[in-house]
């Protein structure tokens, strides 16, 4: 569930958090935007970019629902189009690679694939509006540092504004500031 509000509309919050509940109790997810048959592949790609540690990763966190929703309601066509061909050329790019799919290679090589795709994207010095794994990553981390998990497990939650504490030193393994000021 995403508990940060002010960078997000309305509308895409109210519907994620209507889809996650119904996913959270046992409900089949089916993607608003997406095409069917990368449901299964754009959970795998969060979690390729944050995966589960010690805290959930961007697949536990529903950061694919929210992606599949933000992508429909606050892209522009191009950028919609950008992301759709995105998604289908991460299988032929991995194909190229390894000649196995996406979903049946390793962590390992499914991340050595998404940073080659992001070298190359840098390389070619692609503007975000332009970039497929650029809008990945940058919306993977909105939904999931804006979620309860990225925001009080991943991250330290602290309200903000809180009261005034100047230089406060942290404990030994304490996490950084969610939401700094």
């Not at 997000?8 to 109790?25: D, N, P, Y």
């Not at 995966?51 to 694919?64: F, I, S, Y």
């Not at 950028?79 to 759709?84: E, H």
């Not at 030994?172 to 000021?181: I, W």
Request: charge should be negative.
């Amino acid at each position: 569930m995403l508990v940060s509000g002010s960078l997000l509309s309305g509308s895409v919050l109210a519907e994620f958090v209507k889809v996650a509940s119904s996913v959270k109790q046992g409900a089949d997810w089916n993607p608003r935007f997406i095409p069917v048959e990368y449901a299964a592949l754009l959970p795998e790609l969060v979690e390729t970019i944050i995966p589960a540690t010690d805290t959930p990763g961007a697949k536990e966190a529903l950061v694919h629902i929210f992606i599949d929703i933000y992508v429909r309601d606050c892209y522009p066509k191009g950028q919609r189009d950008v992301f759709l061909k995105g998604l289908a050329s991460v299988d032929e790019a991995s194909r190229k690679a390894s000649n196995h799919a996406f979903l049946e290679l390793s962590k390992g090589e499914r991340l050595a694939l998404l940073s080659a795709m992001e070298k190359e994207s840098w390389v070619r010095n692609e503007p975000l509006e332009h970039s497929f794994i650029k809008m990945l990553k940058k919306l993977t981390l909105l939904g999931f540092y804006s979620s309860k998990p990225g925001a009080t497990q991943a991250a330290e939650y602290e309200p903000n504004p809180g009261p005034f504490e100047g230089c406060v030193d942290l404990r030994p393994g304490q996490k950084a500031d969610a939401m700094p000021s």
